[in-house]
């Protein structure tokens, strides 16, 4: 298993930015996928953005692109989200996994970090 610890959340106004990061633990990321997906207050939790860290290949959800990249560090075993012209619909509890077998299922979470962005 993996342990995951996400961090840089905050409190941003309407098109600042802010970068996730996310620290994994453990076990190399190598070989896997890692995903960042919110939930918003009273919604389900959303897929925001992936990257498979081997390739460096990303997709990001039609409401993100352009605005956010996902990006990994092999060294720190980190992922990151950089998040630009942030909307305040843009507000959730951030949250990355980890699809260490590479087949489409992320069992491994963390503990989840706030982004509220104010209009």
């Known amino acids: 298993q993996v342990q995951l610890v996400e961090s840089g959340g905050g409190l941003v106004q309407a098109g600042g930015s802010l970068r996730l990061s996310c620290a994994a633990s453990?076990?190399?990321?190598?070989?896997?996928?890692m995903g960042w997906f919110r939930q918003a207050p009273g919604k389900e939790r959303e897929f925001v953005a992936r990257?498979?860290?081997?390739?460096?290949?990303?997709y990001y959800t039609d409401s993100v692109k352009g605005r956010f990249t996902i990006s990994r560090d092999n060294a720190k075993n980190t992922v990151y989200l950089q998040m630009n012209s942030l909307k305040p619909e843009d507000t959730a509890v951030y949250y990355c996994?980890?699809?260490?077998?590479?087949?489409?299922?992320?069992?491994?979470w963390g503990q989840g970090t706030q982004v509220t962005v104010s209009s």
């Open positions: 996994a980890a699809d260490l077998g590479n087949n489409g299922s992320y069992g491994s």
């Open positions: 453990g076990r190399t990321l190598s070989g896997s996928t």
């Open positions: 990257i498979r860290w081997t390739l460096g290949s990303t």
